[in-house]
């Protein structure tokens, strides 16, 4: 079984101050995030502890050992159960694996919204808020193409992908790219069965800094004049770039693309080592979870979606110092302030 690590419990300083009210109990909810280090998660994290303390609740929060825990994520949302939480937001680790112990948590009265990474069906939560993963692959995909002009006809593109089971945010984001990039997707809901030769592989990186120098190492031997490198998130594409210094190409021949909008990434696109990234809002995502997983507890109203769309869009906004006409976008100075991590 993973190991998964109860981080922390927010609201330890209301409940000491009220611990002399014994018919007092604070309600109990939960934050099940992939890893702990990742600034993604952090930011999340620093999101759901503020809201806990705002909205009197307290919070439990767990995080796995690694991208794909799922057995940790299981055991963090028995213990939710058992616990007796009133709700609990989740970033799966498997968009499929977990689906039978979330229908658990709901089945014993728990609202579960997931952040982030869609279950697979994505209704097997009461909610999920997320950005609009496919839309910010469209995106960086539509940047890049439009960078390149002509040249995107014979591009030689690596991708840098997140794991081999393909969660939800994996392939909404890879396959996002390729539309955005006028590359035709095969299985609407996996990627690696195009057939476009401009495609010269994916690697798996876990979302790591690491994972990414190692993937684009393999590519660069498969395909040595790649110009463009999709990358699932900016850690990832900082490895991918490591790689590419180690062997001497860059030169800034090679575009990359990446999703997140991390203070660090958002100063490697105005460095120039990404070229574009799109921005999304952990904090938000997570302070509107327990926000709504309060209601709930409170009046039994569950979450809207966002109009024509199956999830609550929390937002997805282009970040780039070299705006591409038809893509909208905003520069490093604007990102810098809207940054996490």
Sequence with gaps: MGKFTRIMAAGAVLAGLMAATPTYAQQIVGL??????????????EGAQAKAVELGLELRTFAGDFDGDNEGQ???IESLIAAGAIGFAIVPSDSSAIVPTIQQARDAGLLVIVLDTPLDPIDAADATFATDNREAGRLIGAWAKGTLGDK???AKIAFLDLAVNQPTVDYLRDQGFMEGFGIEVGDPNK???ETDPRICGHEMTAGSEEGGVTAMETLLQRCPDINVVYA???PAAAGGYQA???AGKADGTVLFVAVDGGCPGVKNVKDGIIGATSQ???LKMAAMALEAIKKFADTGEKPAVTEGLDFYDTGATLITDKP??????IDTTKGAELCWG
Excluded at 40 to 45: E, G, L
Excluded at 324 to 329: D, N, R, Y
């Design 232 to 234: 699932i998130n900016e």
């Design 244 to 246: 590419l210094q180690s």
């Design 191 to 193: 990627y690696g069965d």
């Design 74 to 76: 299981i055991a963090a």
């Design 280 to 282: 999304q809002y952990p």
């Design 32 to 45: 099940i995030t992939k890893t702990e280090g990742n600034p993604f998660f952090v930011k999340m994290r």
């Design 324 to 329: 591409v006409e038809g893509v909208a976008s």
């Design 152 to 154: 995107a006809a014979d």
